[in-house]
């Protein structure tokens, strides 16, 4: 008899496993993404604009929020001086939204808090073994698309 089938343990479920690890792991990212002023939405939002301006619905599409949720998150960022829209000019109902200096600053030094925090967290694993790890989570069916909620 295992150590599980005696009840010494709790059954290992994996999405109960997976959402004891992701509050855990939420909690760290949370304390370090305020050190730098920001929430995981406003910082999630600058990484997608890392790579160059993008329309505002393209955004609202990567980051899976509602465009008015968006909006806020925008409002938000731009108040700080962080993100900024502008009319594209090719299409002037359209916005593009885009880091500024301070953006780019504040992503930076996001990105060395989190790389401390992941550091600390995926200490026991190899490159190899955070590669396998990333690739199966992608593969992990996490839209809320998905399911429904019947009470």
Known sequence: MTADQDGSHPPQRLGLLLAWHGSVTQTRMKKALSAA????????TLMHLADG???QRGLAERLEVD???L???LNDLEGDGLAERRRDQADR???NVALTEAGEAALHKTNAALDEIE???FAG????ERDL?????????TSAEDFTCDE
């Open 37 to 44: 002023g920001l929430t995981p939405r406003h910082a999630m």
């Open 119 to 121: 550091d600390g967290i």
């Open 53 to 55: 301006p993008i329309s």
């Open 125 to 128: 694993l190899s490159a190899q």
């Open 71 to 73: 909006v806020g998150i």
């Open 133 to 141: 790890l990333r690739g199966l989570l992608d593969r992990v069916n």
């Open 93 to 95: 109902r359209r916005h």
């Open 67 to 69: 465009p008015s949720v």
